[in-house]
Nanobody
Framework: VQLQASGGGLVQAGGSLRLSCAAS????????MGWFRQAPGKEREFVAA????????KYLDSVKGRFTISRDNAEKMVYLQMNSLKPEDSAVYYC?????????????????WGQGTLVTVSS
C-alpha cells in the first residue's frame, strides 16, 4: 500500500482544514487507517484511527469533538476533518495503514506511512 497525504496549510486559530490520504493497492478495505502528527522537537503522536469498515474510530483526547476521521473504501481515501483548530495542533500530519480490522494508537503497529502534510495554525 502506498499512501499520499495532502490538504495541509496555514490557517488561523478556530479555522478548519480537511486532510486527505489517497491509498493505492487492491486491498485497501483490509487495512485499518490512522493519522499521526509530529511537531518540531516532539515525538510522533497518535491523532485518530478508523477500522477497515469505518465502523469504529478512536481519537486522541485533545482532539475529540473537533476532529473527525472517515474513509471511503470505494475511492481508497481517508480523511481527517479538523475543526476549531488550535496553535498546538500545528504539526506534520501523517496517514498510516495497518493490515488489521481496528486501528491502533501506537505508531509501530502500522505497516505503511505516507509522506506527511504540514499544518500550521496561527494564533
Amino acid at each position: 500500500v502506498q499512501l499520499q497525504a495532502s490538504g495541509g496549510g496555514l490557517v488561523q486559530a478556530g479555522g478548519s482544514l480537511r486532510l486527505s490520504c489517497a491509498a493505492s493497492g487492491r486491498t485497501f478495505s483490509s487495512y485499518a487507517m490512522g493519522w499521526f502528527r509530529q511537531a518540531p522537537g516532539k515525538e510522533r503522536e497518535f491523532v485518530a484511527a478508523i477500522s477497515w469498515t469505518g465502523g469504529s474510530t478512536k481519537y486522541l483526547d485533545s482532539v475529540k469533538g473537533r476532529f473527525t476521521i472517515s474513509r471511503d473504501n470505494a475511492e481508497k481515501m481517508v480523511y481527517l476533518q479538523m475543526n476549531s483548530l488550535k496553535p498546538e495542533d500545528s504539526a506534520v500530519y501523517y496517514c498510516a495503514a495497518k493490515r488489521d480490522y481496528s486501528g491502533k494508537t501506537y505508531s509501530n503497529a502500522y505497516d505503511y506511512w505516507g509522506q506527511g502534510t504540514l499544518v500550521t495554525v496561527s494564533s
